[in-house]
T-cell receptor
Framework: SQQGEEDPQALSIQEGENATMNCSYK?????LQWYRQNSGRGLVHLILIRSNEREKHSGRLRVTLDTSKKSSSLLITASRAADTASYFC??????FGAGTRLTVKP | DAGVIQSPRHEVTEMGQEVTLRCKPISGHDYLFWYRQTMMRGLELLIYFNNNVPIDDSGMPEDRFSAKMPNASFSTLKIQPSEPRDSAVYFCASSLGGGGNNEQFFGPGTRLTVL
């Protein structure tokens, strides 16, 4: 199936630390997107990286894409308690994996 | 724009009853997606439409589920008859363009409880 697999499943860090989560996939992609979901709410788009891009930044977010390894990573720098959420990757037909549950402790 | 609108926000019904969930996508968006989210199965893509036409309904769990999009501004997801295992949060999302090339906008979801 065309859905990514996020890793780790859960991540707990202290406020101010960086958080890195990964997405692996098996098919060829045009673009890859990252989304955030706060508990009980709809997903919110964070960033889109195209297949010909290797790195993209948006505020405290940094996304990398390695098409040879079929993987992407999302780095959140200087994390805040408000970053506590689940993070998902998606591409092509927009199927989502299980996500990474990030907890940022104040 | 008010974003993607879903109704009702909460629905509690008894097993065997018909349930209809509604979605109004963002004006001008040509793709509409229905998802179901549970703790056990995560976020599942049920069906998506392009220009009101169903493109992929392979995620629809069984014949009890049906979805329609009679026009560009309205879609329904119907469950008949409902069962307790259908309890979940159902999300609708829309986008301008498909293929993962454009941002999806999600609605707030409908929390369905089937007793």
């Amino acid at each position: 199936s065309q859905q990514g697999e996020e890793d780790p499943q859960a991540l707990s860090i202290q406020e101010g630390e960086n958080a890195t989560m990964n997405c692996s996939y098996k098919t060829s992609i045009n673009n890859l997107q990252w989304y955030r979901q706060n508990s009980g709410r709809g997903l919110v788009h964070l960033i889109l990286i195209r297949s010909n891009e290797r790195e993209k930044h948006s505020g405290r977010l940094r996304v990398t894409l390695d098409t040879s390894k079929k993987s992407s990573s999302l780095l959140i720098t200087a994390s805040r308690a408000a970053d506590t959420a689940s993070y998902f990757c998606a591409f092509n037909d927009m199927r989502f994996g299980a996500g990474t549950r990030l907890t940022v402790k104040p | 724009d008010a974003g993607v609108i879903q109704s009702p926000r909460h629905e509690v019904t008894e097993m065997g009853q018909e349930v209809t969930l509604r979605c109004k996508p963002i004006s001008g968006h040509d793709y509409l997606f229905w998802y179901r989210q549970t703790m056990m199965r995560g976020l599942e893509l049920l069906i998506y439409f392009n220009n009101n036409v169903p493109i992929d309904d392979s995620g629809m769990p069984e014949d009890r589920f049906s979805a329609k999009m009679p026009n560009a501004s309205f879609s329904t997801l119907k469950i008949q008859p409902s069962e307790p295992r259908d309890s979940a949060v159902y999300f609708c999302a829309s986008s301008l363009g498909g293929g993962g090339n454009n941002e999806q906008f999600f609605g707030p979801g409908t929390r369905l409880t089937v007793l």
